[in-house]
């Protein structure tokens, strides 16, 4: 059985219920060789991946790419992490936050404040400050300042970001809206009507977990990675470049999309 599972580049990892972490697809940096556990989250991003242990220290295992640093991480007590493109940011248990990684954008320098969540992008981080408003820093592509308001959560993609507003309605800004005509013009910013209670922002699609459980896709859909089990419930979903995947409600693990890299 399954915790949670997080989707990256061309590879997914995921908490089973005892801890461990297991990891599937491509390999080239040894992005799907974890580290020994037991850990409490994990995150994968392109070609490496992070998670926090029952201890409260991050551990980190794939690229270091041109010596960016993004899985090296930094000593102390972390709540959570967040593992992006060339960078990872994560939230220490005082609620400040502390990134690493490539920082040509600003994306992995932080604002001041205690923060409740965080998630890295392409080129850019979000996160929920404790008081229930969103903060964003590093590179901008069309609008991507977030709204006003109070959110439950956030999740930054490559360059667009959405997040669920303390009503369950959804909030998309950036790159792939209704009007945008660019290469990055895929609809994933444009989010559908309902409550959820989760969402997560990949490359060019976008996923979320509706409050009844379903799970609703929308953006660029080239290898079926917006084509969600229709009827099925799930308790989280993670959209990363081509492929998605999910923990049903019964704790086992659902994928869809591209399969080249396994």
């Known amino acids: 059985m399954w915790r949670a599972v997080s989707v990256g580049g061309f590879h997914t990892c995921g908490v089973r219920t005892d801890g461990t972490v297991d990891c599937w697809g491509l390999n080239d940096y040894g992005q799907s060789w974890p580290s020994t556990g037991p850990f409490l989250s994990v995150s994968a991003g392109r070609s490496h991946t992070c998670g926090v242990r029952t201890d409260y220290t991050v551990a980190c ?5 041109y010596q960016y640093g993004e899985a090296v ?3 102390g007590q972390f709540a959570s992490v967040s593992a992006g493109e060339y960078h990872t940011c994560g939230v220490r248990t005082d609620g400040t936050v502390a990134c690493w990684g490539r920082n040509n954008y600003g994306q992995a320098t932080p604002p001041a404040g205690s923060f409740q969540s965080i998630d890295a992008g392409g080129f850019h981080t979000c996160g929920v400050r ?3 408003a969103v903060a964003c820093w590093g590179v901008t592509i069309r609008d991507q300042d977030p709204p006003a308001g109070r959110f439950q959560s956030v999740s930054a993609g490559l360059y667009y970001t959405c997040g669920v507003r303390s009503d369950g309605n959804l909030a998309c800004w950036g790159a792939g809206d209704a009007e945008d005509d660019s290469e990055y013009g895929w609809g994933q910013a444009t989010p559908p009507s309902g409550e959820f209670q989760s969402v997560d922002a990949g490359v060019f699609h976008t ?7 379903t799970v609703a896709c929308w953006g660029r859909n080239l290898d079926g990675e917006t084509d ?3 009827v099925e419930q799930f308790q989280s979903v993670s959209a990363g470049g081509g492929h998605t995947c999910g923990v049903r409600i019964n704790g086992t693990v659902d994928c ?6 396994g």
């Open 256 to 261: 869809w999309g591209d399969k080249d890299d």
């Open 207 to 213: 996923c979320g977990v509706r409050t009844n459980g």
């Open 130 to 132: 404790t008081d229930g």
């Open 73 to 75: 991480p930094p000593a």
């Open 228 to 230: 969600a089990p229709a």
């Open 61 to 65: 295992w794939g690229s270091s790419e």
